[in-house]
């Protein structure tokens, strides 16, 4: 009987095709929030309350943030959504506080609903600039995985030659 051992392969993951990815996966997430922001401007509304507004995270002030939880019932069903805004993302500790001022416990509150999945809810509808971080980052990221692979394509000519 003889044993055969097969030689691993190993999968090598070009690092710069990861930053790549990643730049388009940060854009896509963002025009996913700016596209479902947009839409919620076209929802009905209902009452709702907040239930739970305070800060949450690390001890760091850069690292708390805002933690809002508001409740609204329709149907008769009641429903809990933390969402106040597709767009709107808290990347600072001001920020945070900010958000707790206009939304503190036990406040009536306006709710924007999905109609085809009432689960589905924010608070604002408006399209913050807040999120306009997340274009430049996907941006600078991609830019650098582009600029990346030219550079690896360059060196491998170069090594051919």
Not at 79 to 97: A, E, F, R
Request: glycine share 8%; charged share 20%.
């Amino acid at each position: 009987m003889q044993i055969q051992s097969e030689e691993k392969k190993k999968v090598v993951v070009n690092p710069v095709v990861l930053v790549l990815i990643a730049g388009i996966i940060l854009g896509g997430y963002g025009f996913w929030n700016v596209y479902w922001g947009y839409e919620s401007k076209s929802w009905p509304t209902t009452q709702g309350v907040i239930i739970d507004s305070r800060i949450a995270g690390s001890t760091r002030i850069i690292g708390r943030k805002a933690f809002i939880k508001y409740e609204y019932f329709l149907d008769g069903e009641c429903y809990v959504s933390p969402l106040v805004s597709y767009t709107w993302k808290c990347v600072d500790y001001q920020g945070s506080i900010d958000i707790l001022r206009e939304y503190p416990k036990d406040t009536l509150v306006t709710v924007y609903y999905n109609p085809a999945n009432h689960d589905n809810a924010v608070l604002k509808t408006e399209i913050s600039g807040r999120i306009s971080w997340l274009f430049a980052f996907s941006f600078l990221t991609i830019l650098i995985g582009l600029r990346g692979i030219q550079w690896q394509r360059k060196k491998r000519n170069e090594n051919l030659e």
